[in-house]
């Protein structure tokens, strides 16, 4: 059971937008930034969101995170089929004594 | 082009030690934070622990803590974990990654090792 809660799987179709939520709580979320990860199939995960809503040098403007209270979502715009992968959000967790927390991780399926 | 290379992985028995490294190339090591995420096969991202520049701040998730110890060496450009009393739950691949000033803000990651417990 993951601290950061995602939905396990997400779909969409070529040029659509899909959206993954990723909820948590004050201690995380509530008060620290939120990050999102990429993991292509049989690869290590990449850096996609830093910050709630900053993309680094690289990632495409069809990727875009936003962040409201205690959760945040991470927004693909016209889905490509290479944005079929793995997508993870992660905070710092201030209730624990050092502890970053990760979401369980949604499988995007681009159909 | 910053670079990080985990090694060290294998398939140990259940009780048993290995050490994991992770070369680092392309930048300033000293200057950044490091930390350790690891993968259970077929499973999502488990944060492992943490270490600044100077190793004088050190965090570990509970899961691992009093086991697992890491540790670097600025000299050699390399971060490290010590894995001892491992357990079945502890197979997963291993990645080491830079942390850029803010956890969890880690960029690069390394392509990670895999670690295999099991008699």
């Known amino acids: 059971q993951s601290v950061l809660t995602q939905p396990p799987s997400a779909s969409g179709t070529p040029g659509q937008r899909v959206t993954i939520s990723c909820s948590g709580s004050s201690s995380n979320i509530g008060s620290n930034y939120v990050y999102w990860y990429q993991q292509l199939p049989g690869t290590a995960p990449k850096l996609l969101i830093y910050?709630?809503?900053q993309r680094p040098s690289g990632v495409p403007d069809r990727f875009s995170g936003s962040k409201s209270g205690t959760s945040a979502s991470l927004a693909i715009s016209g889905l490509r089929s290479e944005d079929e992968a793995d997508y993870y959000c992660?905070?710092?967790?201030?209730?624990?004594?050092?502890?970053?927390?990760f979401g369980g991780g949604t499988k995007l399926t681009v159909l | 082009e910053v670079q990080l290379v985990e090694s060290g992985g294998g398939l140990v028995q259940p009780g048993g030690s290995l050490r994991l490294s992770c070369a680092a190339s392309g930048f300033t090591f000293s200057s950044y934070s490091m930390t350790w995420v690891r993968q259970a096969p077929g499973k999502g991202l488990e944060w492992v622990s943490y270490i600044s520049s100077t190793s004088t701040t050190i965090y570990y998730a509970d899961s691992v803590r009093g086991r697992l110890t890491i540790s670097r060496d600025n000299a050699k450009n390399s971060l490290y974990l010590q894995m001892n009393s491992l357990r079945v739950e502890d197979t997963a691949v291993y990645y080491c990654?830079?942390?850029?000033?803010?956890?969890?803000?880690?960029?690069?990651w390394g392509q990670g090792t895999l670690v295999t417990v099991s008699s």
């Open positions: 990654a830079r942390d850029l000033g803010s956890l969890p803000w880690f960029d690069p």
């Open positions: 910050r709630n809503n």
């Open positions: 992660a905070a710092w967790d201030g209730s624990l004594s050092g502890h970053v927390v």
